[in-house]
Structures are given as C-alpha cells and as structure tokens.
C-alpha cells in the first residue's frame, strides 16, 4: 500500500478517541495530586499557626512546593483538552454545547478565576499578610480546587445522565433547561465525593512516598517522621471514604447505566441473588462471554448493585435487546475485557494502598523510624498505586460509556468533526505525543528534585509571626 493510500486508510474517529484519550489521561496525573494536597498542606500550616512549631512551616513550604509545581503543568496540559472539543469533536460540541458549556464556563470565569487569585496571595504574601490571613488564602486556593472539580464533574456526569435539557428538533442540538439539575445531577453527587476522598489517598501515597525515601536515607527525621504520618492517615482516611463513597456511585451507576454495570462482571444473563455473584479473578475469552475458571463471591454483584443480596442485576444480553428496541439497530455493549478488568484493577489498586497504610501505621506506631530498609522500600514504591487506580477508574467510567458520547443521545461515532481527517489527527496525535512526553520528564525532574532537595529551614519570624525577609523558597 502506498503511503498515500495509508493516510486515506486512517480513521479520523479512532484517532481523535486515542488523542484525547491520551491527553486526558495525562492530564489525570496531575489532578488528584492537586485536589488532595491542597488540603494537606492547609493542614500543616494550620498546625504551624496553632502551634509556633517551626516543623510543621518546613512542612508547609515543602510539600507546598510540590503541589505548585504539580499546579502549574497541570493547568497547561488542562487547556488543550478544550480545544479539541471545537477541533476534533465539532459535532459534539454543536450538539451539547448549550448544556455541557454551562459548567465548564462556571469552572473558568468563576472556580478558577477564586483559585488563581488566591494561589497568588499565597505566594506572595507569606511577609506582607498576617499568619491567620495568610492560612485563610491556602482553604481559599483548596476550596477553588474542589469547585473547579464539582464543575468539571458536573460536565462529564451529563455525558453519563443527561439531564436538564431538551432536544431542539429543529436544529439539532440540546438546549439547556434546568441548570440546577444539571448541577444536582445524582451522577454527580456520587462522583465528587468519590474523585475527592481519592486525591486525598493521592496525596497521601505521595508524601508517605518521599518521606519514606529520606527516612530510608535518615535525612529530616523530625519533619519527616510527621509528614509520614500524616500521609498514612490520609490514604487510610480517604481509602474508607472512598470505598464509601464507591458504593454510591455502584448505585448511582446502575440507575444511569445498567449496562456498565454488566460489562464491569460480564454478565450476559440477567441473574439474581446467588447466581449475581461478583468474580474476584476469571480466565475466559476476552469478550467474557466464554468463562473458563473464576473465583467468585456469591451475591456479591447483587448486593453491590441493589443494596440487596437477593436483588438482580440486569445482564448485557437484555440490555442489549432493551436499547437495540429503543435506539435502533446497534452493538450498544463495551468492549467487555477493557471494563472488566479495569473495574477489578481500581479496586484491587486501592485496597492494596489502604492495606499498606494500615501496616505502616502499625509499624510507625509511637514515633518508631527504626525499620528494616526493605520496609522503606515498599513505602517508596507505592507511591503511585492510588494514582493507577484512579486512572483505570475513570478508564472503566468513560469506556464502560461507549458506544455512547452521551449516555443515550449520541453515540461516539456521531460526535466527530466532518471536516478532520485521519491525517490531520495523526499529525496531532504525534505532535501531542512528543510534547507531553518532553512535559512529563520536566514534570517529574522539577518534582523529584524539589522532594530530593528535602524541607529548607525555617526563615526567621518577626515579633507578629511573619518572615522576617521575603520568602523566596517559591
């Protein structure tokens, strides 16, 4: 085949679907970091206002440098997402814009708008604003994350349960009618406080993470000892909140997409009670329609899915006869593998994270450092567990969508721009590629550094509890 031949051959739809796909996972690493140590860092400075206690400032100026360099990269590689609403997804965008522009356009002018007013004061203001005013503007900068989260929750749980609109006939696109619903979306109550508690074990994973590597090294005992502990309470605290909060997005998941539901147990037959049981581990086809051996809890499926283990869970043959009755003829199921184990892989993730929090609470217990190297090790390692699984997380959320772009009024294929072709989105594709690849070292050579380097001292305070010069560790 000629190369001109080769190009023609290229599929626009599968290419923007990698592309964004791509970006948006990348996009990913950064964000729960954000959410979640936004928080933690408020959390050490509180301790530092309410006590005087130099360490808990060192702290502070820390891991508060980890979280601006993590801030900054993700706010530009947040941007070339929108773009490709209008580039590669014209059609999408036409159609839904009236209603998925509403919350992105609140996330801009008004959540990120507080956010990065707020980032500044605090910046800048360490000697020129007093201590409590200056700890007002870190919960300012962490309240501005989690509204910029609610907004872009709100957008995507319309993609999920559309609602609050109708359908212009006329001209082809949906109009927004109810914003409030938009942004009481029951999709979206269970998602945010999901995707919350879960950048808190994010956040948490990565300061126990670099604790751990300077007390393997026995470098900061006093400051490190404490940012330790504080990072095992919070993937621990965040890991039972999340699990929590994962069962009422199970719940809110079955009413909104029964289908997704199935594809994450590959359940082809409508069961019940015993025979809705949940498998922990299966060997089969990779449609999963063809199961070979398993390992499974009896009514677990059930119960996850109705609160009730004698409930039944609707299977994708039904579902599948159901939507082909109501939205015309079509394979309206996933890719079943790509669900299945992606759904065991989130949970397994962070049950792994939880366990090992809990462990290392117990071995840390009363102050104790002196552990075997290997025990370190560990710690260094899981670092980025709770990351992975909240990426297969929303790999499982976004895939077990498909063929739909939103849930039930437009199918993936529908949402391209006519106007692209293969080409245009290959060279893109690649040209997004490299960048983000050059972005990613500098990411994590900026990060690692700045977590090597270790807390710098304390600068000298005045008689009002302000630096004495300017801070400059920023």
Partial sequence: ???????????????????????????????????????????????????????????????????????????????????????????????????????????????????????????????????????????????????????ILAANAFMQNPVGFVVNEARQRAELTDIGAVLT????????????????????????????????????????????????????????????????????????????????????????GYDASFSLFSLGTPDGEHEIFSVRVPYLLALLSTHDPLGTVEGIDDLQAEYSALYGPGDYTPIIWVTYWSFRWMMGLGFLSFGIALVGLWLTRKGRIDLPRWVWTIAIWSLPLPLLGMTVGWIFTEMGRQPWLVFSQMRTEDGVSPGVTGADVLMSLIAFTAIYGILLVIEFRLMQRAAQKGPAEAPELDDAGKPAKPVTVY
């Fill in 1 to 151: 085949m000629h190369a001109a031949d080769l190009v023609q051959e290229l599929d626009p739809l599968a290419l923007s679907r990698w592309q964004f796909g791509l970006t948006t996972v990348y996009h990913f690493l950064f964000v729960p970091i954000t959410l979640g140590m936004v928080w933690l860092v408020a959390g050490f400075q509180t301790a530092w206002v309410r006590t005087g206690n130099v360490e808990w400032l060192r702290l502070t100026h820390f891991f508060g440098k980890l979280f601006l360099i993590n801030f900054a990269i993700g706010v530009a590689t947040g941007i070339v997402q929108e773009f490709q609403f209008g580039l590669n997804w014209s059609d999408y965008s036409r159609f839904v814009g009236d209603v998925f522009g509403a919350p992105l356009a609140f996330e801009g002018l008004i959540a990120f708008s507080f956010e990065a007013t707020f980032i500044g004061l605090w910046i800048f203001g360490w000697d020129k604003l007093s201590p409590k005013v200056h700890l007002l503007t870190i919960y300012m900068v962490a309240l501005g994350t989690m509204a910029s989260a609610y907004f």
């Fill in 185 to 272: 979306n029951p999709v979206l109550l269970a998602s945010f406080p999901h995707t919350m508690f879960s950048a808190v074990m994010v956040a948490g994973a990565v300061m126990v993470g670099v604790s751990a590597w300077h007390l393997k090294r026995a470098q900061h005992i006093d400051s490190m000892r404490r940012s330790l502990r504080v990072g095992l309470l919070a993937v621990l605290g965040g890991g039972m909140l999340t699990f929590v909060t994962g069962d009422m997005v199970s719940l809110a998941m079955v009413a909104a997409q029964p289908m997704k539901m199935a594809a994450a147990e590959a359940l082809y037959a409508t069961s019940s």
